[in-house]
């Protein structure tokens, strides 16, 4: 794990790529290289995981003629070793890094990536040929932005080292807003700077000084009904055992690494069954770290983890965080470079700080809720699309029926059902879309006055590309595509960063995601039973305590905490006439959004949370 930066062209140098490494120290805080050749220079500040003798970059062909550099692993690099040495290559490193600069020499960028299994982000540098290549993990799990203006092109892991290039523009892109205060997030390749982008997961990016940049895809998810993809015609227990497979293999193969390695454990199904798989393969305990809550709101699960620790017999310690932690919002902002509307991000860096002092690799449960469907709107969605085959009179007395109701008076059930009677007349995608927002579309359009719809439109081209698999099918691929790597992959790969920590997904192996993606919909999903193929594929090695609880995300108590101990600090900081947010929002918006919350009458910590984290962003850039 690193961090990577370069530049290409006019002005390149490798003092410069120095100044833009000096950025990225706190993911690669154990050795800094650089490799230049003529007007290219592109380098790599190193975690050492694997290779801890020879490992050091900078990395190059043999001959010199392709440097590379590496954020993130590459998990097949033995087989691909294998083949470059029987090939008649030198290799003189036993890491990962090598393999891909030797691979650039005879691939084209395409091929090359397509060759690469793992998470990971890599730039290329042809002296020769004077060609640069970046590329991006299948998923999105590992960051990779870029600015250019033709003559030169200036990349890295974070938009700070972007930034830290002189000729980099630094500039507010205004465009940025409305998805942001729709989702919590900009997607991919926006950013909130004007004309730096990120690569696309799934995408290679080629520039040559002086031509057009290249930008292409070399690898889709896809479902049966999609193209040639077909269908596993498989019962319940076939799929079952081809999971528990497919899963004990994508453990097996991260755990390999030269440094101690454990886990993250939030007593879910996900985590508990990388644990468990875990737990039979190394020859010590497992060291498993789990995130607590002292509140009376049901977000605390160290009781959960407790069972699955206690089973295993790990190494286990937890952490109970307290609402002071809001203090951290201004590193995180700094580490993400931009306002992050996900507040799972604070107990997610409370969590890589715990473990990055016991660990240097930790594996995740991420990816099991998008490859099983364990998220309740997809069974919502499902259930839309049967309530709208219902007359059109019928659903819309029922709709206004529900929205005589204060939510703030209804039990979470009973608010669900009215969320999804409320939706009866909107498509489904749109209804989808409307259930992940963060600020509710009435107060959206308060503080902006227009953006959904264009916000929509970038979704549904995602979501026709769908079209043809069943409804569960895309209502995952959609959010495989969306939520999980601009929100869930960005979030711990910045919280894990920050940290010097690498966090590895099983979930997320790409023989997993495809198997899934081919199983039958009722493998994943029937009714209100979620994840059916997973977990009866781990019945074995979990509690039913765990099995069988109801999901919960990896929430934090704000609703609380923000009428209670973090008052002074909501008001101070957007109801102050000199907030920076009130100078791109409309200020009664915030107002209201603020009062509705600390009055008990609504519930608006998620948009609250997204006007802090902005509100931090603005005043950090001056802007």
């Not at 020879?54 to 590379?68: F, I, K, L, M, W």
């Not at 952490?319 to 700094?334: F, I, N, Q």
């Not at 108590?557 to 209670?564: A, D, I, S």
Request: net charge neutral.
């Amino acid at each position: 794990m690193c961090g990577i930066a370069g530049t290409v062209g006019l002005g390149a140098s490798e003092d410069v790529v120095r100044r833009q490494l000096r950025c990225l120290e706190h993911r690669g805080p154990d050795a800094m290289g650089v490799f230049s050749s003529g007007p290219g220079s592109v380098g790599e500040a190193r975690l050492a995981v694997v290779d801890l003798v020879t490992g050091d970059p900078p990395v190059a062909s043999e001959q010199g003629r392709v440097g590379a550099v590496l954020n993130g692993e590459i998990y097949n690099f033995k087989e691909l070793r294998r083949e470059l040495l029987a090939a008649g290559h030198r290799l003189t490193t036993q890491g990962d890094t090598e393999v891909v600069a030797h691979l650039a020499e005879s691939l084209g960028p395409v091929e090359l990536a397509r060759r690469l299994d793992g998470m990971f982000a890599f730039a290329t540098w042809d002296g020769l040929r004077h060609r640069l290549v970046l590329g991006r993990d299948r998923l999105g799990k590992k960051p990779l932005y870029y600015w250019t203006n033709g003559a030169v092109l200036v990349f890295a892991s974070e938009v700070k080292a972007v930034l830290a290039h002189p000729g980099t523009p630094c500039r507010l892109a205004p465009e940025a807003l409305p998805t942001y205060l729709t989702f919590g997030y900009v997607p991919d390749p926006g950013t909130f700077f004007e004309g730096i982008s990120s690569v696309p997961p799934a995408h290679v990016l080629v520039f040559e000084p002086g031509q057009p940049l290249r930008l292409e895809r070399y690898w889709a998810p896809a479902a049966p009904g999609m193209g040639d993809v077909s269908p596993l015609e498989l019962a319940l227990d076939e799929a079952a055992r081809a999971v528990r497979s497919k899963l004990s293999a994508a453990v097996q193969r991260r755990l390999v690494a030269d440094v101690p390695v454990g886990a993250f454990l939030s007593g879910g199904v996900d985590s508990s069954s990388v644990v468990a798989l875990m737990a039979g393969s190394l020859a010590g305990p497992v060291p498993t770290f789990t995130i607590g809550f002292n509140d009376r709101e049901g977000f605390d699960e160290r009781s959960y983890a407790r069972l699955v620790a206690r089973r295993y017999k790990t190494d286990h310690t937890e952490l109970v965080v307290h609402p002071d932690a809001t203090s951290l919002v201004e590193r995180l902002v700094w580490h993400y470079d931009q306002p992050f509307g996900d507040s799972s991000a604070l107990p997610s860096f409370l969590l890589s700080e715990l473990a990055r002092r016991h660990v240097t690799v930790a594996l995740s449960g991420d990816g099991g809720d998008e490859l099983f469907a364990g998220y309740e709107r997809f069974a919502a969605a499902l259930a839309l699309e049967r309530l709208q085959r219902l007359p059109v009179r019928l659903r819309e007395g029922l709709g206004r029926l529900a929205s005589g109701v204060p939510p703030a008076a209804l039990p979470g059930r009973a608010r669900r059902a009215q969320r999804l009677l409320g939706a009866a007349g909107l498509p489904v995608l749109e209804a989808y879309l409307s259930w992940a927002r963060c600020v509710p579309a009435r107060w959206q359009q308060e503080l902006l006055a227009d953006g959904w719809q264009r916000v929509v439109e970038g979704y549904r081209r995602v979501w026709d590309r769908s079209r043809g698999a069943e409804l569960l099918d895309r209502l995952m691929l959609l959010n495989l595509e969306t939520y999980l790597p601009y929100d869930l992959l960005a979030k711990v790969d910045r919280t894990s960063m920050a940290h010097g920590l690498e966090v590895r997904s099983p979930f997320l192996d790409t023989a997993l995601v495809e198997l899934a993606l081919r199983l039958p919909p009722q493998a994943k999903l029937r009714g209100l039973s979620q994840k059916r193929a997973l977990k009866l594929a781990v019945s074995d090695l979990l509690p039913p305590q765990v099995l069988h609880r109801p999901k919960r995300g990896f929430g934090v108590p704000l609703t609380r905490w923000f009428r209670e101990d973090l008052r002074p600090y909501v008001e101070a900081r957007l109801l102050d006439p000199g907030a920076r947010v009130r100078a791109y929002l409309q200020p009664a918006a915030v107002d209201g959004l603020v009062g509705g919350h600390l009055s008990g009458t609504a519930d608006h910590r998620d948009a609250l949370w997204a006007l802090l984290t902005l509100e931090e962003f603005l005043r950090k850039q001056g802007w």
